[in-house]
């Protein structure tokens, strides 16, 4: 078949991302207001910050906003995992960044299945926080060994979409009428299963163990547990949330409140308690929770470095885990710490704190002749720049949300167990490097304005602002 036949690996994670928000809105009716808050919020940010605006149109984001979101999913076994890595594959996302959530209690470790190129991100930003069950963890053999052979009995894929997979990797694509077909297969993977595949007591053996060891064992698949907006004020959103009957959770995640947002910011309300038929009583189940992020720059490794010294500085003021009875402190302490991180985009990007995108500007495509370096052409206005948004995750934040969304009693101890290279045993591919791919985005648009202007190579004289 001629490849022009294919629809695009981006307008397939479209229709995916569009189909997964509308079964999420019918399973989870908070959703829904979720996105209506969220919608309005940005629209009022949008009115009443129009530098705001103007950065999301310098960018291009400002048409992806609304159709921004990420979805988050547990699989319980290596080919579970590699599978679902082949079923992403078709829609363009590859696997970025690894994250161990050992040290937070919780026995999984993770990557983010993204598209990684910013015209594919433009397309359909939708990015999926995937979990791979460590049944190493368990301390108990009898019960790591029960939970194995719940997880070899099930399948999580129907038959038609591991035969689209196929097809696709076989063809190199898929036609329109077989992309619509592989998204409606693919959504049975992420549906709710009111029906547990255990009896109640195997049921509160898990649970005992771990509660999220129950959630990716007891059912028969991998069911969405969130779906997240992306908002452009997550303070706004977190007072409006009581006034749509939706508790918030006590703190938000991340940094704190900035002119210039940094890395990520998340909050959600509690999980939902679910009505379950187990295989021989009734019972109940907590898993589904609504989470809602405002993305900010992404953050070279010295940015980085800074963001965790701060963030830990707070943490160890505050003397304890920020919970309910301490997050006003815990906010301000925050907010004290930052003040040692820039909050303005010239010093983040002279000071090589943040990765960065290039634009020609009316003034610099008019004129006959430009300065001799980035700096000179930025100061002349000829260039422009945006701090490139971040599109992966924070590893505490994660843990975090996992955390005081699951419930925090009995939470067990499992110290820092990364293990990188099991995870790509298991998945059957490397994980890539996020910041090598900002890096490359950056030099991307460099390059794109030295054509723009006639330049002959702007990466020469840019020196440490692309490698920071």
Not at 19 to 24: D, R, T
Not at 156 to 175: H, K, M, P
Request: charge should be negative; charged fraction near 25%.
């Amino acid at each position: 078949m001629p490849a022009q036949d294919f629809v695009s690996p981006d307008q397939i994670r479209a229709r995916f991302s569009a189909a997964m928000s509308l079964m999420y809105k019918q399973e989870v009716p908070l959703y829904g207001t979720l996105l209506a808050l969220v919608s309005e919020v940005n629209r009022q940010v949008m009115t009443q910050r129009p530098e705001v605006a103007q950065a999301l149109r310098w960018t291009g984001e400002v048409e992806r906003l609304d159709q921004e979101r990420h979805g988050a999913i547990r699989v319980g076994t290596a080919a579970e995992l590699s599978t679902i890595g082949r079923l992403f594959a078709v829609m363009g996302m590859q696997p970025v960044g690894y994250y161990d959530l050992s040290p937070a209690g919780v026995p999984v470790h993770s990557t983010a299945f993204r598209p990684v190129h910013e015209q594919s991100l433009h397309i359909s930003p939708f990015r999926v926080f995937t979990s791979l069950l460590r049944l190493e963890l368990i301390d108990d053999p009898a019960l790591r060994e029960l939970a194995r052979s719940i997880l070899d009995k099930r399948q999580i894929f129907t038959s038609r979409a591991l035969e689209l997979i196929e097809q696709s990797e076989r063809d190199g694509g898929l036609n329109d009428e077989d992309a619509n077909e592989f998204v409606a297969q693919a959504l049975h993977t992420f549906r709710w299963h009111h029906e547990a595949t255990v009896t109640a007591q195997e049921y509160q053996r898990l649970h005992d163990q771990h509660r999220l060891i129950a959630d990716v064992v007891a059912f028969k698949g991998p069911h969405i547990n969130h779906l997240t907006p992306r908002t452009l004020d997550i303070d706004a959103i977190q007072l409006g949330m009581p006034a749509q009957g939706i508790p918030p959770k006590a703190v938000i995640e991340g940094p704190p409140t900035r002119r210039h947002p940094i890395l990520l910011r998340q909050t959600s309300f509690k999980a939902l308690q679910e009505s379950i038929d187990f295989r021989d009583a009734a019972g109940s189940h907590t898993a589904r929770f609504g989470e809602i992020e405002q993305r900010g720059a992404a953050l070279t490794p010295k940015g980085r470095q800074l963001y965790d010294q701060l963030l830990d500085a707070a943490r160890e003021a505050l003397g304890g885990v920020p919970a309910e009875s301490n997050a006003d402190r815990y906010m301000s302490l925050l907010a004290e710490t930052f003040r040692a991180f820039p909050d303005d985009l010239g010093q983040m990007r002279e000071q090589g704190l943040a990765y960065f995108r290039y634009f020609p500007t009316e003034k610099g495509l008019a004129a006959s002749e430009h300065p001799a370096s980035l700096d000179a052409l930025i100061q002349a206005g000829h260039v422009h720049f945006e701090a490139l948004v971040y599109e992966d995750f924070l590893p505490v934040s994660a843990a975090g949300i996992f955390q005081s969304n699951l419930g925090d009693d009995g939470q067990a101890e499992y110290g820092s167990n990364a293990n990188r290279d099991a995870f790509e045993d298991a998945l059957g591919q490397r994980v890539q490097d996020e910041l090598a791919l900002y890096a490359e985005s950056e030099r991307r648009s460099l390059v794109a304005c030295a054509e723009a202007l006639g330049l002959p190579g702007l990466e020469a004289f840019t020196g440490h602002h692309i490698t920071h």
